[in-house]
């Protein structure tokens, strides 16, 4: 059933060398900063403006396709957008595949080896659940899904960069003075499990951020944007990954709004001055394409 | 092999009431604008901004999936993208299928097949080629095409409005002084042979627009966008219907890139400010799906 690595013209060694390159991108000197794509023209974009690795939103993948965030799109969507990403640029891929698609580790798995086929090279794993009565998912289950990912990619030879997401902040979740509590001690267990990287979205306040990175001793992984100090507060903090969701996308879809808007009221092109041309785009989209 | 239009959720009644509506909508009072869109969110934002149809950008949906314009990207990969914006939106769809994907009559109509089980209602037929020794389809190939589509149309029963393009312009073909001529004739020719409309890109001056509108009797698609009259210039000379190209998608592409290079340079956020929320696009993008 399942195509073989060459069949998918994937280099297994280029690719594991690209997880251990990915993963050394989280070890300094400077802040790994990732502003995620959601289709292979923002990821050419992005790795043609010099980032060294790409990272996905999902939120953004699943609007294109025409779902709200939340797993609405299916796993083998998703990883289709993935390895299409995958296959059209050089530098690291880290795929954002929510919750694993699935509430079992068995899910988790697959849709890990769903990423490594794909050509990734990290993902994300997220604990929220939609569900305000139970926000999180239980913590041993969690452990479960990290653990089995891990497994899979040692099966695979892939080492994958797993980046554990906790939603305590990001959902608000039990009362505010006992959060940052609760996201210590999930992360720290995320970790022991096999999580390279903590991702706390929804942390914002500079103080909570330079005690949990203390806390934590493992990468830490944090959502900016409007509002949130700078990449280079952010780095003197000690924050070694910083991504941006689905922002990137969002605000393209704003600026298609402010496009259509002006042609209704106005009737001119005002919001569609300054875009790359035809010509240059085609060139950007061919360079890499074989 | 083909499923039915029952399978694909089509209903045929309600698609040739769209195709109707659509034609409809190219003979006034007021000038048909098309902001065109690549993805299911750019759909949904142009709808959600009161524009009574859609048209694809099939440069932008090529972007996306990662090639350069120009049938690089395969008939299929193109229909998968249109079927999911029109399954996703209210309003009309038409398609720019670009040449049609193949050089002979049955392959435009297998293409308009394809447009009208993608559940759009309308779509592009251009006549340019990628060979400076022989820009043009010859004129009599072109008359075929476009007579094949017509009678697909009418063996499907779904009267697609059919945007016949001559790319005299765009491609800059021959003496300047003899596109004129060679357009209008071109135009005229298609018309005859069953187009509902007639698609100039490149032409950008507003006496020479004019005198076209004039000369054909058929309603003229003016491609748009900086440093061309404005939707209302163009509606005083006559213009049924204006659409904007890759422009709209481009110019995303070049937000993501101010988005990343900012990111790089100063370690902010401010091309990401005024991007709709998460919670608003989640919404946009819940509301209609089902």
Chains 1, 2 share one sequence.
């Not at 690795?53 to 609405?72: E, F, H, I, N, R």
């Not at 050509?119 to 926000?135: I, M, Q, S, T």
């Not at 996308?249 to 300054?274: C, P």
């Amino acid at each position: 059933m399942q195509p073989s690595p060459k069949e998918l013209g994937r280099n297994i060694d280029q690719q594991r060398s690209k997880a251990i390159q990915f993963l050394r991108l989280h070890r300094g000197p400077r802040t790994l900063v990732l502003p995620n794509v959601w289709d292979v023209s923002s990821a050419r974009m992005v790795e043609d403006a010099g980032f060294p690795a790409l990272a996905t939103t999902s939120a953004g993948v699943a609007y294109t396709l025409g779902y709200p965030d939340g797993q609405k799109i299916s796993r083998q969507e998703m990883l289709s957008v993935v390895a299409r990403i995958a296959g059209a640029v050089k530098v690291p891929v880290t795929a954002d595949v929510e919750a694993g698609y699935g509430d079992r580790p068995e899910d988790a798995a697959f849709t890990a080896r769903g990423v490594i086929q794909a050509g990734a090279v990290g993902l994300n794993l997220e604990d929220g659940r939609e569900d305000a009565d139970n926000p999180l998912v239980d913590l041993s289950l969690q452990l479960e899904k990290i653990a089995a990912i891990r497994e899979e990619a040692a099966d695979s030879d892939i080492p994958i960069v797993l980046n554990a997401r906790t939603d305590v902040y990001l959902n608000q979740v039990g009362d505010p003075e006992k959060r940052y509590d609760v996201a210590v001690r999930r992360a720290v267990a995320y970790k022991d499990a096999g999580a390279d990287c903590i991702f706390i979205p929804g942390l914002r306040d500079a103080d909570t951020i330079a005690r949990s990175v203390a806390a934590l001793k493992v990468p830490v992984n944090i959502l900016a944007g409007p509002g949130f100090p700078s990449i280079l507060e952010l780095e003197k903090l000690g924050v070694a990954r910083v991504s941006l969701g689905s922002a990137p996308m969002r605000a393209t879809l704003g600026l298609m709004r402010r496009i259509a808007e002006e042609l209704k009221a106005a009737g001119t092109y005002v919001a569609l001055e300054g875009a790359p041309s035809h010509a240059e785009v085609n060139r950007m989209m061919t360079d890499r394409a074989s």
